[in-house]
């Protein structure tokens, strides 16, 4: 069989696929270092998994949007649009408190990631026909996402995905956990079994899309389920989601497209193009956080601004118009346009 790989299995295998698999190692081999590296490292640790690859994959998406002069042009209402729409969504949801603020953020962001493993699984399975088979494995990646986060709903977690008490509202929520667990183990197997029939009766194996969907139940399930840990957690929900999609983004906008069609971004498409383009993304993120830091957290620079809290509710939600713009543009961006006959 050939392998649907997006450029190749060396490129998508180390980059897109490995990371839930390589972070998931070492966790279990370092437990103890990673709780030392979580109580004394926690500036380094907040720079290389929030700034360097959380926020710095939201940026990526200029490759494919605002860095795209024809892109833009052809659909300046979404471009412009977004923005503006992200901004207003959060001065209205700031007014009803910070809570209810990143609360719906939160739930927005978390919809984001799930769809994120859709995505990459439907890639991974292009070139199969639409049958029972390729159902059962979105059901798969629904239930390997949705699961955790509902068992996080009503069990507290040590890790937040925002700030505290985010998720407190749905505790009040009657107890599903012993429900979705027969549901979740039951679709799991269901997985497994079809998976294994399918190998037997085609002899025909599907790495990526198999390895894609088994690294997300791992991801998941041991990130947030199994450990109650913030760093663990952290490691597994941004490494799994960030490196794939700033991956996907090089090898799609770049990387696979021909110079001609690249205009000025041909500079980032080549080995010195490959660090050129990491150091924007890192630069656009490092200076978004920068901000964050100084006007909103204040907990690892400080410029003593004493910005006041009136002020915040502008502030917070137009520092929050990137992150927000990237969760939105997301479901537009990646649609296939309508073969018309």
């Known amino acids: 069989m050939k392998q649907p790989w997006i450029h190749n299995a060396k490129t998508d295998g180390w980059f897109i696929l490995s990371p839930p698999f390589v972070i998931l190692l070492i966790v279990f081999l370092f437990q103890k270092q990673i709780q030392g590296l979580e109580n004394h490292y926690s500036f380094y640790t907040w720079l290389f998994l929030i700034v360097f690859v959380d926020v710095a994959h939201v940026y990526s998406t200029l490759f494919k949007t605002y860095f795209v002069k024809e892109e833009v042009r052809k659909r300046k209402l979404l471009y412009y649009g977004i923005p503006a729409l992200s901004w207003i969504l959060g001065l ?20 984001h990631f799930i769809r994120q493993q859709y995505g990459f699984m439907r890639i991974y399975a292009r ?8 159902i059962v494995d979105e059901i798969a990646v629904y239930s390997a996402t949705i699961f955790p986060m509902l068992y996080w709903f009503k069990t507290p977690r040590a890790f937040t995905w925002f700030v505290q008490n985010e998720f407190n509202w749905l ?24 998976t294994i029939y399918e190998i037997v009766k085609t002899r025909q194996f599907n790495i990526p899309k198999i390895a894609l969907i088994s690294g997300t139940y791992l991801s998941w399930y041991f990130g947030i389920v199994y450990f109650n840990n913030d760093l663990v957690f952290t490691f597994l929900n941004v490494i799994s989601h960030g490196i794939p999609y700033v991956a996907l983004i ?18 980032f ?12 993304i890192l630069a656009f993120a490092f200076f978004e956080e920068f901000l964050w830091e100084i006007l909103v957290w204040n907990e690892h620079f400080s410029l003593d601004l ?9 502030l917070v939600p137009l520092l929050v118009v990137p992150q927000l713009t990237h969760y ?9 346009p309508k073969k018309v006959n």
């Open 306 to 314: 004493n910005v006041s809290l009136n002020w915040f509710q502008l």
């Open 250 to 267: 090089y090898i799609t906008e770049i990387q696979q497209k021909e110079d001609q069609n690249l205009n000025r971004l041909s500079l």
């Open 269 to 280: 498409k080549s080995t010195f193009g490959i660090f050129l383009f990491i150091l924007v």
């Open 171 to 194: 505790q009040h929520l009657p107890d599903y956990i012993p429900v979705i667990k027969i549901l979740y183990f039951g679709i799991l197997m269901i997985w497994i079994v079809k």
């Open 92 to 111: 209205i949801l700031y007014q009803f408190g910070s809570l209810t603020f990143w609360s719906v953020l939160a739930l927005v962001a978390v919809f």
């Open 127 to 134: 070139f199969e026909p639409n049958n029972w088979g390729k």
């Open 328 to 336: 939105l543009l997301d479901g537009f961006i990646w649609r296939k």
